[in-house]
């Protein structure tokens, strides 16, 4: 808890009941990542730091306003649940085609006590598309690809959210996007220098 209140610092509110929940959310990656393949983080303090405090930083970088948020290829929740947990306003989807992944999910919904999160068993192509204010592929397909798995879930007018490492992810231009930009942030605690390309879904 103590790491994670000094990676949050800054960056998001840091009260007890929001690290307490992603410490618990630590600790069931952690117990649960060998047995299901979940991440090839294995430590509670890994998982802090690679993944949650990751997706902690991007969240600063997301556009204001958001009532609602998918996650595609969200893998072990990544970075859709540490979202939840900081936004109990915003309603979060998870899109999961692995059944394991998918399961985890659902258990770490329930030991969380998650309200505002549902996570959905499939390939983002093959369900049945809900719209929302932003859309997030992390890792899930090249960038190009990522848009077009997005882009059926995403509101006219919302945005497109393709996280990337150092150097930015290359989308090229497409017809359904307005306007998009670049945004690079840097995790806390000594983490890598991230960047994020983020696209606005033409009205």
């Known amino acids: 808890m103590q790491l ?3 990676g949050l610092e800054g960056l998001a509110p840091a ?9 618990k959310l630590a600790g069931l990656v952690a117990q649960w990542a060998p047995r299901m393949n979940l991440t090839a983080h ?3 303090e890994s998982v802090a730091r690679r993944l949650i405090l990751d ?6 970088a997301l556009p204001a306003g958001v009532d609602s948020l998918v996650d595609v290829g969200s893998g072990a ?3 859709g649940l540490p979202l939840a947990i900081l936004h109990p306003e915003r309603r979060i989807v998870l899109i999961e085609a692995r059944e394991r992944r998918h399961h985890f999910q659902r258990m770490a919904i329930r030991a969380l006590g998650l309200t505002n999160v549902e996570a959905r068993h499939g390939r983002a192509e093959s369900l049945s598309p809900s719209l929302h204010d932003v859309g997030i592929a992390q890792a ?4 190009a690809e990522a848009v077009l798995l ?3 879930w995403v509101r006219p007018g919302g945005w497109l959210v393709i996280p990337g490492g150092k150097n930015a992810p290359k989308v090229g231009r497409r017809p359904e996007i307005e306007s998009a930009e670049t945004r690079h942030y840097q995790v806390p605690l000594g983490g890598p220098l991230r960047s994020v390309w983020l696209g ?3 009205q």
């Open 4 to 6: 994670l209140a000094e």
């Open 15 to 23: 009260g007890d009941p929001v690290c307490e929940a992603l410490a």
């Open 42 to 44: 294995r430590t509670a």
């Open 55 to 60: 997706a902690v930083a991007l969240d600063a």
């Open 77 to 79: 929740g990544f970075p």
């Open 140 to 143: 899930a397909a090249t960038p």
């Open 150 to 152: 997005l882009l059926p």
């Open 200 to 202: 606005r879904k033409r």
